[in-house]
């Protein structure tokens, strides 16, 4: 028996040595030239795989990197200092780049919507969507949290029937954006540690808005006479344009202004106007409550 | 003479591996999309198939059966299989970069290609007992997997034209073609001894 036992370790070793000498042999002799800024560039890559960047993974951006058909600033995880490490490896001015993070175009919590149905499909988003009825808008979120369950980095949790984003956590892979039914999340390059967002996706008229949500935008124009520049009025309700927001304008006036609460701050969580921002990361979330258990009881 | 001829058919033709003996149907519906990607493919399995079959033999009859090892089978064919399959990446990234880049993940995956383990095994349940046996055997039984995957990716290329029903389209009607096309195959059936 233990003959048997040796001799079978002894053959399955001596072959592993033949085998891993020949193929070393094989490997010297067969060796492909790689373009070394392509390694480079893996090195510098986070290696989330991610794909973030339109490609399937870290190492096929950076072969496209390497050859040159693809910029160097397409990595959001990474973000501005990977861009700038791949620029130095290529030679290549990386530009300004901001980390595109995604935010939520809706901003009502369960019981700031109205019309509530009664609604007792599948809990999820999308099979929600396709059938309807669950809340007055048929713009917001539906707050089943299929972005949540969607996110693999646990960036998103469900606070009030609302996705909330830790931007602690959150690599901006726009995993989210593709998993909304309603698509209200976007992804927006985030030039300052807070971005002020319209917090509403509703394209009716103020007053069908008024009738379904307490919260949404009625496109009443207020911020667009405001700021002008950055404000727009796209079908009843409010666009930023954030090829003009540079991140060191203050928009509090703005935001101040804003008769529905419609716009709302994304970001990072900072002392002095902690209270302003519905999106960000707070305490709460960072305790990882544990998750409101969507269903029924919420929508009354 | 007679016996090798009567080998080769059976492999390749008789018993293929993919249509009768329903072994390496991952490739073969994975890699049957376009035609010069299959016989590249085909080409590899046979490559792989015929020196895997070959040290296989060799190292059953010189190795596990002298030492009376014979169980060790499986593990020692997977493993030269692995060994194989890596020699044939490195030679074929060296010298055939664009078939490469096109194998894209399914070179490695011929490692797992149950057709080669199978090819490996049958040499053994089918009973050649000399080296040159072993040897026509794996080749043909390559060369009919070849033949299939060729075959199936002549036929998915004009599939492309055809007016499928919309739930056959894709995946579905594939197997449809593999399910009629290895029926087709029945008709060889008993002919030559097929061992």
Known sequence: MLTTILTSAAVMLVLGVIFSVLLIEANRRLAVEVDPREAEVTVALPGANCGGCGFASCSAYAKAVATGRADVNRCSVGGPPVAERLAALMGVAAGVTFPFRPVIHCSATADQRLQHGDYRGEATCSAAHVTGGVQGCTYGCLGFGDCVGSCEYDAMVLVDGLPRIDYEQCVGCGVCVRACPRRIIEQIPFKAEQMLVVGCANHDPGKVVRSVCRVGCIGCSLCARTEPQLFSIEDNLAVIDYDHVTGHEDLHAVHAKCPMESLVYFGKPESHHEEQLVGVATSEIADRPAPVEHGLDWRG | ?195
């Open chain 2, 1 to 195: 003479m007679t016996d090798l001829i009567l080998i080769a058919i059976s492999a390749a033709i008789v018993n293929n591996v993919v249509l009768t003996y329903f072994l390496g149907v991952c490739p073969f519906l994975g890699v049957s999309r376009r035609l010069d990607m299959a016989f590249g493919m085909g080409t590899a399995v046979t490559f792989v198939v015929t020196i895997a079959g070959t040290l296989t033999f060799i190292t059953h009859c010189y190795v596990l059966l002298p030492l009376d090892l014979a169980f060790l089978q499986y593990i020692v064919f997977i493993f030269v299989i692995a060994g194989t399959v890596q020699l044939v990446e490195m030679v074929v990234r060296k010298f055939q970069p664009a078939l490469y880049e096109a194998f894209g993940v399914f070179l490695p995956m011929i490692t797992t290609n149950c057709a080669i383990l199978g090819t490996c095994l049958f040499v053994w349940l089918k009973g050649y007992d000399t080296l040159l046996k072993a040897v026509v055997f794996s080749f043909f039984n390559g060369v009919g997997f070849t033949l299939a995957i060729v075959i199936m990716a002549g036929l998915r290329e004009d599939l492309t034209f055809a007016d499928v029903p919309k739930p056959l389209r894709g995946a579905p009607i594939t197997l449809f073609v593999a399910a009629i096309l290895a029926m087709a195959f029945m008709g060889f059936a008993g002919i030559g001894t097929a061992q």
